[in-house]
T-cell receptor
Framework: DAGVTQSPTHLIKTRGQHVTLRCSPI?????VSWYQQVLGQGPQFIFQ???????GRGNFPDRFSARQFPNYSSELNVNALLLGDSALYLC???????????FGPGTRLTVT | QKEVEQNSGPLSVPEGAIASLNCTYS??????FFWYRQYSGKSPELIMS????GDKEDGRFTAQLNKASQYVSLLIRDSQPSDSATYLC????????????????FGRGTSLIVHP
């Protein structure tokens, strides 16, 4: 079975631009979570969705938003990019909230 | 702020030795605990989950949980150079707002180096 997929793999944007990151969960998984990871740190929780509803939001500004579609895939949107948004963005899927999570390969975002 | 603490290391062990990785957490209500392995430049990979006090073994890996002490550990027996990676501890915590779902909170990870 295919694992969690994310696109794009790498992305370079300039300050002030907008970005959309995409994630497809493992088949049968209904929960998707998004994380930001900077070098030397653990993943920081951004959003969690289950059955298309937001179930949790981390300590990130309103420039960050997300949604989950009927097929359980998800998008993370970041507006007005800042240099500090440069990071590895990880998507993880699970059967439901609180269960074991499986990560996708991530999207490496560089903001210049 | 509900926290998960790990020693960043690096922890250096010789090949064939037992590597012991430790994690403490602040939320007494936490019910689910996970260990992930992350190679440099890659995404985290789930190693084990543990939900009850005591030990859980899977091959060369043993997770240990002590909820009274708010402590979870991972033992790697017969360590191999291929085990060299960062090991992330994750704990499901309830957010401060009532009615929320458990949110996975990660430690910063411990770097393990297994030398031949």
């Amino acid at each position: 079975d295919a694992g969690v997929t994310q696109s794009p793999t790498h992305l370079i944007k300039t300050r002030g631009q907008h970005v959309t990151l995409r994630c497809s969960p493992i088949s049968g998984h209904k929960s998707v979570s998004w994380y930001q990871q900077v070098l030397g740190q653990g993943p920081q929780f951004i959003f969690q969705y289950y059955e298309k509803e937001e179930r949790g939001r981390g300590n990130f500004p309103d420039r960050f938003s997300a949604r989950q579609f009927p097929n359980y895939s998800s998008e993370l949107n970041v507006n007005a990019l800042l240099l500090g948004d440069s990071a590895l963005y990880l998507c993880a899927s699970s059967l439901a909230t609180g269960n074991e999570q499986y990560f996708g390969p991530g999207t490496r975002l560089t903001v210049t | 702020q509900k926290e998960v603490e790990q020693n960043s290391g690096p922890l250096s062990v010789p090949e064939g030795a037992i590597a012991s990785l430790n994690c403490t957490y602040s939320d007494r209500g936490s019910q689910s605990f996970f260990w992930y392995r992350q190679y440099s430049g890659k995404s985290p990979e789930l190693i084990m989950s543990i939900y009850s006090n005591g030990d859980k073994e899977d091959g060369r890996f043993t997770a240990q949980l002590n909820k009274a002490s708010q402590y979870v550990s991972l033992l790697i027996r017969d360590s191999q150079p291929s085990d060299s990676a960062t090991y992330l501890c994750a704990v499901n915590v309830l957010p401060h707002a009532s009615g929320g779902s458990y949110i996975p909170t990660f430690g910063r990870g411990t770097s393990l180096i297994v030398h031949p």
